[in-house]
């Protein structure tokens, strides 16, 4: 499900990039152009990166009969992590469609398939340790698969069943779609999820991010296997597809694999539809009431999409705030236990400030406070570079494992101008200036929209909408 203050310091999968030696700095943006029109899909891309440093990279792109694959090999790594992009997301999606994904892909992944039926399917997975898997988001879907070198063939069979052959079993339907259905329900009683839901209801209120990705209780409770299957059939065209592999595996094994097991996908006549800008207007606020010990508030405000030089800049302002936050809300004053900020990765992007207090009067103040000092007092150069160098030192240790990477190399190329701008964000980061920091978190840091669970006596809305 796609609860989005899960998506805490650091959450941005660009943030999560490959580490890979020097590039140029960000573009320079012109004074002169609204921030508001630097945050929709068709903003200004990054500098191209270099050949020669692609080149040293290792990873590889190239077509199997239409079907694009990302090679990243890893010689002497015994995993082998595979992951099947679907473009679209919402674009995909109405609000009587909102759910059909995530419902037909979790069916598809947990039915078996016409071969081997679902038991089977089941004990031959377990057997080698392998996993398969599907997951959804505002932009994409994922069909994933993982397993040791040695069990790769057969695990990569059995997944590439699933894309073509899928059981969809009534009665997986059946609990698939309860589990759905009791998973929506329960964000009326998580206070977290609730908080997400009243947030997005309210900041994505004209746009169609707004539409849930595992859909409501009305959509999931109307799909019929029927509807599922033609529309999982039709989700599976090469066009609308990358295949990314990290693993010590060769072009040869891959391009050899996908023809003889996804030989059945058609091409298809794919078409990514571009959404409208993200412009929720000016601050605002959404309150939920219900009776409990803290208050659960989490605050949503554009901000530049990965394609956009400012998006750099403005990732390194949002973590020195986080630390800020934590330093000034929760250490000195103890005002909550939880607090924070982060910076999403998406085409209409977002960030976020959250926080658990008793009291959100008296941490919001706080929080506004910091947030005005980072808009007028620049950092210093140490200050700067401390938090750059701690910054990387948590992205490289988020890289260390396959999967890792492998969603870093696919959301990349979706949402981040290509997969080869992942191996330089590292210096995008490096070259951000503290004048960069003061000028980013002037810009987009604002118009923020609180989504508030708890008690509404305790929310001073004047203050709140004051940013």
Known sequence: MSHDHNFLKGIGVLAMAIALGACPGPEVIPDDLPPKDLVTRATPELPAVPAERVAASGVEEFEVDGLKVILKPTPGRPIVSIQLFIDGGVANLDEKTAGIEALALAVATHSGTQKTPRDDFNRKLNAMGSSIGASTNRDFSILSMGSVLPCFADTWRL?????????????????????????IKAEIEDPEQRMSKTASELFFAAHPYVLRTDG?????????R????????????????????VGDLTRATIEGAVRADLAGLPAGQYQRRDLPPLDPGVADLSIAEQELPTNYMIGYFTAPAATHPDYYPLLVAINVL???????????RNLTYAVS?????????????????VDPTK??????????????????????SDQI??????????????????????AAELNGGGWEQSLVFIDRVKAVTPADVTRVS?????????????????????LLTSR
């Open 363 to 384: 941490t919001v103040e706080v929080m506004y406070a910091e947030i005005d000092r980072i808009q007028t007092e620049a950092l210093t150069a140490k200050e700067l």
């Open 389 to 410: 160098e701690v910054f990387l030192t948590e992205h490289y240790m988020r890289q260390e494992t396959n999967s890792a990477q492998v969603a870093t190399l696919g």
């Open 226 to 245: 029927e509807q599922l299957t033609a529309y999982l059939k039709a989700l599976m065209t090469r066009e609308r597809l990358t295949l990314v592999v």
């Open 442 to 462: 002037k810009d987009y840091i604002k118009n923020i929209h609180w989504g508030i669970v708890g008690n509404p006596a305790a929310v001073d809305k004047a």
């Open 322 to 332: 986080s630390d800020r936050l934590f330093e000034e809300v929760r250490t000195k």
């Open 216 to 224: 409501t209780v009305e959509t999931v409770q109307s799909f019929t």
């Open 159 to 183: 997944f590439a069943e699933v894309l073509t052959a899928p059981a969809f079993d009534e009665k997986q339907l059946e609990l698939d779609r309860e589990r759905t259905i009791e998973g």
């Open 341 to 357: 900020s982060g910076l999403g990765a998406r085409p209409y992007n977002y960030g976020y400030l959250y926080a658990t207090p």
